[in-house]
């Protein structure tokens, strides 16, 4: 019986021809990217979840966002100071209350070091982004 025809390997822009999946090398990486580390994974705990709850309950509005005069309502936490692990500073650093889409942002912006990793918007690109933006968000003259 024949076997089935190789396919590319699934890391993006990768063109080695496998049977499924990834190739050798990328197999080793992809475990790596998806893998959490489970120490600093221990450090969600109870305590950092009153913290969060208590934190956004005081600070309900994006920091970032209401800087630019849009209300978008607060679901995440960023640590100002990177904690990278410790437990002290996790759990006493100052904190960011954020959506979603900045959070993501400053994230990417600390981890990368802002190595070009974010695409630069065109102003049309941006005004429409924005635009779009405050569409999706609460009503500015009545936020609550």
Not at 75 to 86: A, C, E, F, L
Request: charged share 30%; with cysteine.
């Amino acid at each position: 019986m024949p076997d089935s025809p190789l396919k590319p390997c699934a890391y993006p822009g990768c063109p080695t021809l496998v049977r499924s999946g990834y190739c050798d090398v990328h197999a080793t990486q992809v475990v790596r990217f998806t893998q959490r580390d489970p120490r600093r994974q221990s450090l969600y705990d109870r305590n950092w979840t009153k913290r969060r709850v208590a934190y956004l309950a005081s600070h309900p509005w994006c920091e970032d966002c209401l800087n630019k005069g849009i209300y978008t309502p607060a679901i995440d936490v960023h640590h100002k100071i990177r904690h990278k692990g410790d437990v002290d500073l996790f759990l006493s650093s100052p904190l960011r209350a954020l959506c979603h889409a900045c959070h993501s942002r400053q994230t990417i912006i600390e981890v990368r070091g802002d190595r070009g990793g974010l695409k630069k918007l065109s102003s049309g690109e941006r005004r429409a982004r924005e635009a779009n933006r405050t569409k999706k968000n609460f009503n500015v003259e009545n936020p609550v």
